[in-house]
């Protein structure tokens, strides 16, 4: 068993997510918060510029800005881009057998009602087996599997072996909420315990198999010719994140009261309801799948 040197909690990676701004700010006070004797923690505030302008970014979305391919790319020179090429060569870099960090945890919150979630990426055996702990540890967190938006995972923590987003809400963009901010912080003093105890192998057996929500697909509002939204989410799925939609079920009202429903025949389960940073990418919600997976 390869043992854990480095980890990485990552804040700020959206500039107006507080949540993960201020935990790192914390941390910077109270350093001792985040150390374990046999690793090394490192935090840090990823996009400051957006930070200081209270914003999701600068000139792109960061968080989808980690493509191997454009990370070497000279000519991309964005605010973002020279961003994430310096945190992929500090952290990084993407691919490598030896990287600077074994784990990324970037730490983010929506405006959608998404409780206390993980939302998980890739399939490395260390996240599934860090899953199946915080399954046990922290009953009330949500695992959910995406797929993504774009042909390559960008995320932050891709460029590193092993990672995933914390995603917790709802929060409005800009705001501190304290209830979620201390769940946030609990959830990660929690990843760190896991790591100390897996390098001094005195893991606990963990369970052989975990629910999750696996990601089906995105769901675009209802748009007009010319592109633009013609309805709302419907208030049935407002502010109830993880709800069960049936066939029949309403999903979005148009702005003169008649709903559209959700006409397929297999039962899904609707996250990221109208979360505020998606109206850009052109989506409204997104299905999933609840589904037991074995992890080793
Ligand atoms: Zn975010």
New binding site residues.
Partial sequence: MRKIKTVAITGG??GN?LTGVYLIKKFFKNPDLVKRSNFETLFMHTNLGAMKQCTRYVDKDL?RTFVTQDLADPSRCTYEDILAKNLNEKLGPKGSKNPHVDFIVDL??TTSDMGLSIIIDNDSPLVWKLAAYLSVHEPKLHIFRWKGDTAEVSFVNSIAPNGFAIEVGPIPQGVLRADLFFETETLVQKILDFFEKYNNNTLETLPKEIEIYNHIKLVDFPRDKKGEIKAAVHPNLQDHGYIKVQKGDPLFIDLEGRVIYYEEEADVYALFINEAAYYEKGFAMCFAEKKTIKVS
């Fill in positions: 990676t959206h997510e968080n983010h919150s």
